[in-house]
């Protein structure tokens, strides 16, 4: 089972940018799919955005044309770019192999905030 680590978040203005990165350690990493999810206070934990193993992606409508996963096998890491962030990007994101089975990590703020 891979085991995964966020970082990257931070507080940004309304159409900065920002890069997350989901770490793993274990094997056999290349052969999972890796989503991004995000949770905002009160609300509902949300997909955001999903990279198969063969590098095939999936985006949430709120996100699409801004964000971008990607993922660099040999440094075990997913990335999240973020551009055009908006004000309701504010959230606490997580990455996770699957959202019943992996387990969840303490995540990394993102605040989008003028």
């Known amino acids: 089972q891979v085991q995964l680590v966020e970082s990257g978040g931070g507080l940004v203005q309304p159409g900065g940018s920002l890069r997350l990165s989901c770490a793993a350690s274990?094997?056999?990493?290349?052969?999972?799919?890796i989503s991004w999810y995000r949770q905002a206070p009160g609300n509902q934990r949300e997909l955001v955005a999903l990279?198969?193993?063969?590098?095939?992606?999936k985006y949430a409508d709120s996100v699409k044309g801004r964000f971008t996963i990607s993922r660099d096998n040999a440094k075990k890491t997913v990335y999240l770019q973020m551009n055009s962030l908006k004000l309701e990007d504010t959230a606490v994101y997580y990455c996770?192999?699957?959202?019943?089975?992996?387990?969840w990590g303490q995540g990394t703020q993102v605040t989008v905030s003028s």
């Open positions: 274990g094997s056999m990493f290349s052969i999972y799919a």
């Open positions: 996770n192999w699957d959202p019943v089975f992996g387990s």
């Open positions: 990279i198969t193993s063969g590098g095939s992606t």
